[in-house]
């Protein structure tokens, strides 16, 4: 298994998992795709097992944390992250790789991949989702950035990356966007807009892990 993804990172196309319980699985598997990656959709440990990275969608990262008990991917993930795959996470997905989570359920699940506390559903409710530019270290020009129902990053641990924060209004300074090692992750939903350029940069992450 080892010696088939080292040559698949060697051709340039890496397999890159979608973890499929729950969430905006179809536009995290285009995007991907378009970025030279072969996407496949993970809920069984032997699909895990075959990736050589994974994107956590978003959704309902309650929800998605009791599917991985129910689907037994939950402490499997957690080794493979812990073994440096690469992953990233977007909105509920960043909810789910965060060390400490504030207001969620006391029963929720979460799978440390960055050292940093994450306040679920931090900018309000549906009806307070909005779009905004945001300057995006290691890209050129401003991202289009989606928050819906999104999260975002109370404290980043010493060897957390800021990548990206609102940059202005009532949540100026709030950290949107943040990297551990070969881990991405964000508030918002780069899948969605057509810039593809968060993905290129997990993509280019993958190929050099």
Request: charged content about 25%; aromatic content about 6%; hydrophobic content about 45%.
């Amino acid at each position: 298994m080892i010696a088939e993804q080292q040559a698949r990172r060697a051709s340039g196309t890496p397999r890159i998992g979608v973890l499929a319980l729950q969430g905006d699985v179809r536009e995290h598997f285009a995007a991907l795709e378009h970025c030279g990656a072969e996407p496949i959709s993970v809920r069984r440990l032997t699909e895990l097992e075959s990736v050589d990275a994974l994107v956590l969608p978003g959704g309902e990262s309650t929800a998605i944390s009791k599917l991985l008990e129910t689907f037994e991917l939950l402490e499997p993930l957690r080794a493979r992250l812990r073994a440096g795959m690469p992953a990233f996470g977007s909105c509920a997905g960043m909810i789910l790789l965060a060390s400490e989570v504030l207001d969620t359920r006391a029963d929720a699940k979460h799978l440390s991949g960055i050292d940093m506390t994450v306040r679920r559903n931090a900018f309000g409710r549906q009806v307070d989702s909005f779009e905004t530019d945001l300057d995006f270290t290691g890209l050129d020009g401003p991202v289009r950035a989606v928050f819906i129902r999104a999260p975002w990053v109370e404290r980043a641990g010493a060897g957390v990356e800021v990548l990206a924060t609102v940059p202005s209004g009532p949540f100026a300074g709030r950290i949107v966007a943040a990297r551990q090692g070969n881990v991405l992750a964000t508030s918002f939903h780069p899948e969605v807009t057509g810039d593809l350029r968060v993905h290129e940069l997990f993509v280019s992450m993958v190929r050099a892990a």
